[in-house]
């Protein structure tokens, strides 16, 4: 089964408006960390956001949040008042307690229209 | 405070031949990671090394793929007698053993296998 799993291939957001890129997650690990990278097509992995399973919050960084429900095992990324350089590949990953590797998903596509 | 740097940026050789990329990771992170990522698809964990230790290999990293860090500071992942299917990004990470391990990036070495 895969660990982690984006169903939008691609997205497209006006400029200024606010999206939500999907994930959901597999795991039996009860402590885990959940992590969004940004890739340009420049290739360089950029870390966003983590929310680690047992954080009673949201994670927020900036203009980035993760709406995380644990029960769903979902782990969605919201990028408010999108920018032209917000344009590039999304990736949600997991490290599960137990191991050192990341899981990533298949990324999703974000083009954001002027 | 330096990033993740990896050299060459990119590469291209024939079928056949070695290769070899060096990843210099974040100075005071501890830990390492190789991962290969092709073309519509999100990064997958080859090997990991905990200081001059290898500690985890992917089932991916077959007896052609070796991958050393002497002294616990950069690391090399050689590949011999590459073939075609070789071709792909391979990301360095680094990452400190704090609370939330958080993995960052190099830019990437781009392979192409003719």
């Known amino acids: 089964a895969q660990k982690i799993t984006q169903t939008q291939p691609g997205m497209f957001v006006q400029e200024k408006e606010a999206v939500t890129l999907d994930c959901t997650y597999d795991?039996?690990?009860?402590?885990?960390?959940l992590f969004w990278y940004k890739q340009p097509s420049s290739g360089e992995m950029i870390f966003l956001i983590y929310?680690?399973?047992?954080?009673?919050q949201n994670a927020t960084e900036g203009r980035y949040s993760l709406n995380f429900q644990k029960a769903r095992k979902s782990a969605n990324l919201v990028i408010s008042a999108s920018q032209l350089g917000d344009s590039a590949m999304y990736f949600c990953?997991?490290?599960?307690?137990?191991?050192?590797?990341?899981?990533f998903g298949t990324g999703t596509s974000l083009t954001v229209i002027p | 405070d330096t990033g993740v740097s990896q050299n060459p940026r990119h590469k291209i050789t024939k079928r056949g031949q070695n290769v070899t990329f060096r990843c210099d990771p974040i100075?005071?992170?501890?830990?390492l990671y190789w991962y290969r990522q092709t073309l519509g698809q999100g990064p997958e964990f080859l090997t990991y090394?905990?200081?001059?230790?290898?500690?985890?290999k992917s089932r991916l990293l077959s007896d052609r793929f070796s991958a050393e860090r002497p002294k616990g500071s950069f690391s090399t992942l050689e590949i011999q007698r590459t073939e075609q299917g070789d071709s792909a990004m391979y990301l360095c990470?680094?990452?400190?053993?704090?609370?939330?391990?958080?993995?960052?990036f190099g830019p990437g070495t781009r392979l192409t296998v003719l």
């Open positions: 990470a680094s990452s400190a053993r704090d609370f939330t391990d958080t993995q960052y």
């Open positions: 100075s005071e992170h501890n830990r």
């Open positions: 990953a997991m490290r599960e307690h137990t191991g050192n590797q990341f899981y």
């Open positions: 929310q680690g399973s047992y954080d009673q």
């Open positions: 090394f905990q200081n001059e230790a290898q500690l985890e």
């Open positions: 795991t039996s690990d009860p402590s885990y960390g």
